[in-house]
Structure formats: C-alpha cells, structure tokens
C-alpha cells in the first residue's frame, strides 16, 4: 500500500500555520504523506499509530511530531471512556515558515534541531503528553495572534525533552542526523545506504573517512552508537518493513532483495529489532484496512 500524498493547503492570510480543531467521531485510517511537519494530540482512543515503518500501540493520551513526507496513519479502535469524545488536535507548519523565523530569531535554534529529530518521527513519553495537553487544546480557543507564540511555547518545550522516542528506521527517513558538517561520516552513510543489500567492505569504508580499520570502527561506533554490523541490519530490517508494507510480495522475495541469502536468519535478525515476525508486522499494519 503505497502512501498518498496529502495536501494540507496554504496558510490562511491571517495564520503562518494550520490547527485543526473539529470534534471528531473518527480518525480514518489513511496512509498519506505531506511536506509539513504534523504535531498530533490524541485524547481518549485507544489503536495503532503507524508513522514509516514503525507500527506502535497508542492510548489515553498520545503526542507525536512527524516529519515532512513521513508517511504516517492512526487506526482507532475505540475510545477508552465511552462517554466522553475522541478529542484530537493536529498542528501542521511547514519548513519554508520555520525557517523564516529561525532567520530573524536566533534564540529558537532549538527548533531546529528539534524538526531534524522529528524527521523519523517522535513519540513523547505520557508525561509530557500530559503537561502539554491544556496548552495544546487551548489553541483553538486562542486569537489567530495568539495562538503562533503559544504554539512556539509548547515546540520549545518539547526541544527539551531528550526522552522523546524516534519511529520510524533510519532507511525510510534518511540516514539518522548527524553532524552536517561531518564529511568524513557523510561519506560512509551515503556507501552503507547505497549499497545497503551488499556486505560491508569495512576496509573501503574506513578509506572513505581518512581512518585505519580500528579508528574507523571506534569513529562510527561514537557518531551512529552501534556498530557498522548492526547499522546495516537496521537498513536492511527499514527497507523490508517498507517493502511489506507498500507490496504484497512474498517475504522470502523481500528478504533476498534486502540482503539475506538465509530466510530463517532474516526472520531473527527482523525479530530482535522490530520485535516482531515479518508476517507478523504486515498483518499487524494491513488489519486496519
């Protein structure tokens, strides 16, 4: 099932950035993409949220920020308090309005960083779901003027939440973000993620970055905090979730276009790090349909 771009629509002429606010019955399960960032509060809904290849349960109250063109849908399976509404609040900015003020506010720098984050997805802990969750609702109730600072109060609060958890795997978003500065580390991720399906050659890697095979493995290890090993198997593991999710090819199909020879050895290495089975993850994404 292949994603659907959406489109969000201009900014009013009064506004730099869109809420939607509207009681809801229902979220539809749609798998759609759009080129601005997304910040979803869920109230009373209990289901699944997929956000790339990352497919999690949600409840009570859930806060996630999506990444420009991170395909992403919820499927609710009932509100947790029958009595009371599914309440939801989605806020959509784009990159273009961010940068902008980022421009002419060096203090917000925070932001920044917070939106690379954002591009594989970020899931915030309950706790913090719930300290922003009033501020959120209020701003509907807020003037147009109002409402952008109270907006940028709630963003810059969560820049400061370092336990926000990243959905989706470095394949579907892009490598993970680095130091952009960092040519040497550029150069490796662009050769692992090129030729992912392929082994390792740790020695031409270590080439690219200007390092012996020692110093390379201790430098990757520190930047990407796994090893050159484990780095590729979460490729190989994000582009099999890609390809179970957007293609009713068989697995052992997909497991050889990603690299593994074994079945059996693909099927553990997709268990440990999705925690899941393959079959398992496809059904777990397509039930909501």
Known sequence: MRPVREYVGDPTAAASWHLLASPQTEIPFEWHYHPEYELTLTINARGQRFVGDSAAEFGACDLVLIGANLPHAWSVHDRLDRRSPLTLRVCWFSQARLDHLLAGCPELASLARLCARAARGLAFPASVAQRQRDA?????????????????????????????????????????????????????????????????????????????VGAFHRFFRRHMRMTVTAYVAHLRVGRACQALIESERPIGVIAAEVGYANLAHFNRQFRAIRGTTPREFRARFRAPR
Not at 181 to 187: K, P, Q, S, V, Y
Not at 200 to 212: F, Y
């Open 136 to 212: 959120i609702l209020k701003l509907a109730e807020l003037s147009e003027a109002r409402r952008l600072p109270a907006l940028l109060d709630v963003l810059i609060q969560l820049a400061e939440e370092s336990e926000a958890c990243e959905l989706a795997s470095g394949h579907y978003a892009g490598w993970v973000q680095t130091d952009p500065h960092n040519e040497r580390l550029t150069r490796v991720l662009a050769q692992l993620h090129e030729h992912f399906a392929e082994p390792a050659d740790i020695a031409d890697l270590a080439a690219r970055a200007a390092l012996s």
